[in-house]
């Protein structure tokens, strides 16, 4: 499986952003998509989930309620819609592809290259 993000860029704070991931080769072996983001010196952290068949999701309490993940079958994507961002989420986001929807990285087969977000203050 190979995972390609797009649609990351430069925001201001309050500002949003989303962002696709386009999944390619054996997407079968990958129900579950999940979106990670990693900031300089700072661990992987979790930010949403999706299960390709079903279409539940499980969000980070940090983005509950601003952040919407969302599966096009047909097209094979994956997409995160960030509202309202804050400056302390400017991170390298990466798309993930798993078999199980969890918020542990470790779960994750398949990883995207990432896509740099930065929101300014």
């Known amino acids: 499986v190979q995972l390609t993000e797009s649609g990351g860029g430069s925001v201001q704070a309050g500002g949003s952003l989303r962002l696709s991931c386009a999944a390619s080769?054996?997407?079968?072996?990958?129900?579950?998509m999940g979106w990670f983001r990693q900031a300089p010196g700072k661990e992987r952290e979790f930010v949403a989930a999706?299960?390709?068949?079903?279409?539940?999701?499980v969000y980070a309490d940090s983005v509950k309620g601003r952040f919407t993940i969302s599966r096009d079958k047909a097209k094979n994507m994956v997409y995160l819609k960030m509202n309202t961002l804050k400056p302390e989420e400017t991170a390298v986001y990466h798309c993930a592809g798993g078999t199980v929807v969890h918020s542990d990285p470790n779960w994750y087969k398949y990883w995207g290259q990432g896509i740099q977000v930065t929101v300014s203050s």
């Open positions: 080769g054996d997407i079968y072996s990958s129900d579950a």
């Open positions: 999706i299960s390709v068949s079903a279409g539940t999701t």
